[in-house]
């Protein structure tokens, strides 16, 4: 069982940066491909970003590329997605998603993914 926790989702304008934190606890986290997906209201959830449990490997969603980077801290239980240049698109919340064994084709989907966190807001005004 892991359990995870989301932090440092809030309001920030247009152009600006937030570096959202996921903290994992429970047993071998760094067996974990980690995940990060969104929601936004009456939208399906769509994925974002995922590192292996290496973090050798990262992948991104198109609409993020460039702007946003995941990275993880394995000795911290904890995995990170630094969000630059935010756009009022960027606007949900914010999740992150545990699993084991998840194939790269199947990184995108969120039904590879275990265990997930409460969730933290992102807000952008433009």
């Known amino acids: 069982q892991v359990q995870l926790v989301e932090s440092g989702g809030g309001l920030v304008q247009a152009g600006g940066s937030l570096r959202l934190s996921c903290v994992a606890s429970?047993?071998?986290?760094?067996?974990?491909?980690m995940g990060w997906f969104r929601q936004a209201p009456g939208k399906d959830r769509e994925f974002v970003a995922a590192?292996?449990?290496?973090?050798?490997?990262?992948y991104f969603a198109d609409s993020v590329k460039g702007r946003f980077t995941i990275s993880r801290d394995n000795a911290e239980n904890t995995v990170y997605l630094q969000m630059n240049s935010l756009k009022p698109e960027d606007q949900a919340i914010y999740y992150c998603?545990?699993?084991?064994?998840?194939?790269?084709?199947?990184?995108?989907?969120?039904?590879?993914?275990?265990?997930w966190g409460q969730g933290t807001q992102v807000t952008v005004s433009s």
């Open positions: 590192i292996t449990w290496s973090g050798d490997s990262t």
């Open positions: 429970g047993r071998s986290f760094s067996s974990y491909t």
């Open positions: 998603a545990a699993g084991l064994l998840v194939v790269e084709r199947a990184l995108s989907r969120s039904n590879s993914y275990l265990y």
